[in-house]
T-cell receptor
């Protein structure tokens, strides 16, 4: 299977703390994307990082990509209760039509 | 503007019946994807439409699954002779860019096969 893996599977933190989630994948990619899903529905795109980029920021989000290790990390700084959700990395593989291959996700719980 | 819409939001059907799930992509988006999400398999790609090109059906799990996209807009995913393992949330997404751009997802259709 081409499916990537995220770790941890679940993460529980206090509001204000930082949350880091990691993702590994298996073959060369065009880009890697992170999505958030609340309550089992409604996937929302967060950030896209291309294979020739190493780091990207968007608001409180910071994504890194290490193509030599085939891994990425998502850092959420100063977390809020509203960040409670499942987070998925998704890769677009080289030669694909653009369909996303999703990891299994990290379930983040931020306690007020 | 309106996002991706899907209907119905929930569908309960008996094993062996056919079901049709509908997706209305964001206006002007040329790319449309179907995925399904289940507890056991996570999020899986099913099929991809891009403009007038032949669809990429490589993710369809069996020949009971088919999809069409009429007029480059609305898409229908059809599952024939449903089985219990077809129970899942079926998600549709659309994208404006070339393959690999960010995708905008609909709320999904929760299918339960009894």
């Amino acid at each position: 299977s081409q499916q990537g893996e995220e770790d941890p599977q679940a993460l529980s933190i206090q509001e204000g703390e930082n949350a880091t989630m990691n993702c590994s994948y298996k073959t060369s990619i065009n880009n890697l994307q992170w999505y958030r899903q609340n309550s089992g529905r409604g996937l929302v795109h967060l950030i896209l990082i291309r294979s020739n980029e190493r780091e990207k920021h968007s608001g409180r989000l910071r994504v890194t990509l290490d193509t030599s290790k085939k891994s990425s990390s998502l850092l959420i700084t100063a977390s809020r209760a509203a960040d409670t959700a499942s987070y998925f990395c998704a890769t677009v593989y080289g030669g694909s039509q653009g369909n996303l291959i999703f990891g299994k996700g990290t379930k983040l719980s931020v306690k007020p | 503007g309106a996002g991706v819409s899907q209907s119905p939001s929930n569908k309960v059907t008996e094993k062996g019946k056919d079901v049709e799930l509908r997706c209305d992509p964001i206006s002007g988006h040329t790319a449309l994807y179907w995925y399904r999400q289940s507890l056991g398999q996570g999020l899986e790609f099913l099929i991809y439409f891009q403009g007038n090109s032949a669809p990429d059906k490589s993710g369809l799990p069996s020949d009971r699954f088919s999809a069409e996209r009429t007029g480059g807009s609305v898409s229908t995913l059809t599952i024939q002779r449903t089985q219990q393992e077809d129970s899942a949330v079926y998600l549709c997404a659309s994208s404006s860019g070339a393959g690999g751009a960010e995708q905008y997802f609909g709320p999904g259709t929760r299918l339960t096969v009894t």
